[in-house]
Protein backbone atom coordinates (compact mmCIF):
# COMPACT_ATOMS: atom_id res chain seq x y z
CA UNK A 1 0.00 0.00 0.00
CA UNK A 2 1.19 3.29 -1.01
CA UNK A 3 1.78 5.96 1.47
CA UNK A 4 3.30 9.34 1.76
CA UNK A 5 2.98 10.80 5.15
CA UNK A 6 3.51 14.68 5.63
CA UNK A 7 4.52 16.17 9.14
CA UNK A 8 5.80 19.24 10.81
CA UNK A 9 3.09 21.76 10.19
CA UNK A 10 1.61 24.54 12.58
CA UNK A 11 1.39 27.93 13.47
CA UNK A 12 4.43 30.25 12.76
CA UNK A 13 4.80 33.76 13.37
CA UNK A 14 5.95 35.93 10.53
CA UNK A 15 9.87 35.09 10.41
CA UNK A 16 9.61 32.23 11.39
CA UNK A 17 11.02 28.93 10.36
CA UNK A 18 9.01 25.14 10.12
CA UNK A 19 10.58 22.19 8.70
CA UNK A 20 8.27 19.69 6.88
CA UNK A 21 8.70 16.20 6.49
CA UNK A 22 7.04 13.34 3.76
CA UNK A 23 7.87 9.62 4.75
CA UNK A 24 7.44 7.14 1.74
CA UNK A 25 6.26 3.35 2.03
CA UNK A 26 4.68 1.10 -0.47
CA UNK A 27 7.20 2.06 -3.41
CA UNK A 28 10.54 2.27 -4.22
CA UNK A 29 11.34 5.80 -3.42
CA UNK A 30 14.71 6.34 -5.14
CA UNK A 31 13.29 6.10 -8.00
CA UNK A 32 10.66 8.87 -7.88
CA UNK A 33 11.52 12.79 -8.57
CA UNK A 34 9.87 14.32 -4.68
CA UNK A 35 8.16 17.42 -5.04
CA UNK A 36 6.65 19.56 -2.11
CA UNK A 37 3.03 21.56 -3.85
CA UNK A 38 1.15 24.03 -1.73
CA UNK A 39 -2.30 25.13 -1.94
CA UNK A 40 -3.56 28.39 0.07
CA UNK A 41 -7.83 29.19 0.24
CA UNK A 42 -9.53 29.64 -2.54
CA UNK A 43 -6.13 29.17 -4.58
CA UNK A 44 -4.98 26.70 -6.87
CA UNK A 45 -2.54 23.98 -6.20
CA UNK A 46 1.23 25.32 -6.78
CA UNK A 47 4.50 23.83 -7.34
CA UNK A 48 6.81 24.69 -4.39
CA UNK A 49 9.70 22.69 -4.92
CA UNK A 50 11.08 19.24 -7.25
CA UNK A 51 14.09 17.51 -5.82
CA UNK A 52 15.38 14.53 -8.18
CA UNK A 53 15.09 11.08 -7.51
CA UNK A 54 19.06 11.11 -6.59
CA UNK A 55 19.18 14.81 -4.90
CA UNK A 56 21.35 16.01 -7.31
CA UNK A 57 18.76 18.79 -8.85
CA UNK A 58 16.36 20.86 -7.40
CA UNK A 59 13.96 23.27 -8.49
CA UNK A 60 11.63 25.97 -6.64
CA UNK A 61 9.09 28.41 -7.18
CA UNK A 62 10.04 31.86 -7.46
CA UNK A 63 8.26 33.02 -4.63
CA UNK A 64 10.78 30.67 -2.45
CA UNK A 65 13.92 30.86 -4.07
CA UNK A 66 16.69 31.63 -1.01
CA UNK A 67 13.63 30.78 1.60
CA UNK A 68 12.82 27.51 1.31
CA UNK A 69 15.09 24.27 0.51
CA UNK A 70 14.07 20.84 -0.48
CA UNK A 71 16.48 17.69 0.53
CA UNK A 72 15.82 13.90 1.05
CA UNK A 73 17.30 11.02 2.23
CA UNK A 74 16.66 8.03 0.42
CA UNK A 75 18.30 5.70 2.85
CA UNK A 76 14.82 6.67 5.31
CA UNK A 77 12.31 7.67 2.23
CA UNK A 78 11.94 10.58 3.39
CA UNK A 79 12.00 14.16 2.00
CA UNK A 80 11.77 17.43 3.29
CA UNK A 81 11.31 20.97 2.81
CA UNK A 82 13.21 23.90 5.15
CA UNK A 83 11.30 26.63 5.36
CA UNK A 84 12.56 29.99 6.35
CA UNK A 85 11.20 33.75 6.41
CA UNK A 86 7.74 32.56 6.34
CA UNK A 87 5.34 35.18 5.38
CA UNK A 88 1.63 34.71 5.94
CA UNK A 89 1.26 34.52 2.08
CA UNK A 90 2.69 31.33 2.31
CA UNK A 91 -0.48 29.86 4.45
CA UNK A 92 -1.33 26.83 2.96
CA UNK A 93 -1.74 23.16 3.00
CA UNK A 94 1.38 21.54 1.84
CA UNK A 95 1.41 18.90 -0.26
CA UNK A 96 4.44 15.70 -0.60
CA UNK A 97 4.25 14.36 -4.11
CA UNK A 98 5.92 11.48 -5.65
CA UNK A 99 7.03 11.16 -9.49
CA UNK A 100 8.03 8.55 -11.63
CA UNK A 101 9.18 9.56 -15.39
CA UNK A 102 6.75 6.60 -16.61
CA UNK A 103 3.93 8.31 -15.36
CA UNK A 104 2.96 6.80 -11.86
CA UNK A 105 2.25 10.07 -9.04
CA UNK A 106 1.04 9.66 -5.37
CA UNK A 107 0.13 12.52 -3.20
CA UNK A 108 0.00 13.07 0.35
CA UNK A 109 -2.89 13.94 2.72
CA UNK A 110 -1.36 17.36 3.28
CA UNK A 111 -0.03 19.31 6.19
CA UNK A 112 -1.41 23.03 7.36
CA UNK A 113 0.83 26.03 7.70
CA UNK A 114 -0.20 28.83 8.98
CA UNK A 115 1.82 31.80 9.30
CA UNK A 116 0.54 34.68 11.59
CA UNK A 117 0.99 37.23 14.53
Known amino acids: QVQLVESGGGLVQPGGSLRLSCTASGFTFSTYFMSWYRQAPGKERELVAT????????NYANSVKGRFTISRSNAKDTVYLQMNSLNVEDTAVYYC??????????WGQGTQVTVSS
Open 51 to 58: ISHTGGNT
Open 97 to 106: NAAHVFGLEY
